[in-house]
């Protein structure tokens, strides 16, 4: 069993800056293939970036050169560091692991 949990959600201005996090328990030794997705009203789920082998990173072309996910094994914690936020990336982000899923944090940008 693996438990997630995701903070630091909110409201910001279009331009603006959130870092989210999300500290893992239970069952779980690496970073290596958490991710980040996320949920806009009235439309599917998108991945947003995952943590690849080695601590390496991909991400999801409507979020490269904004979005940075970074981690601390040490912790079990992976960051999303959301910069230019635009009102487009709006919606509840969730932190994933295999088969597990955190809560969400809402992420809400106003024009």
């Known amino acids: 069993q693996v438990q997630l949990v995701e903070s630091g959600g909110g409201l910001v201005q279009a331009g603006g800056s959130l870092r989210l996090s999300c500290a893992a328990s239970?069952?779980?030794?690496?970073?290596?293939?958490m991710g980040w997705y996320r949920q806009a009203p009235g439309k599917q789920r998108e991945r947003v970036g995952t943590?690849?082998?080695?601590?390496?990173?991909n991400y999801a072309d409507s979020v490269k050169g904004r979005f940075t996910i970074s981690g601390d094994n040490a912790k079990n914690t992976v960051y999303l560091q959301m910069n230019s936020l635009k009102p487009e990336d709006t919606g509840v982000y969730y932190c994933?692991?295999?088969?597990?899923w955190g809560q969400g944090t809402q992420v809400t940008v106003s024009s």
């Open positions: 994933a692991y295999l088969q597990y």
């Open positions: 943590v690849i082998s080695g601590g390496n990173t």
């Open positions: 239970g069952s779980i030794f690496s970073i290596d293939g």
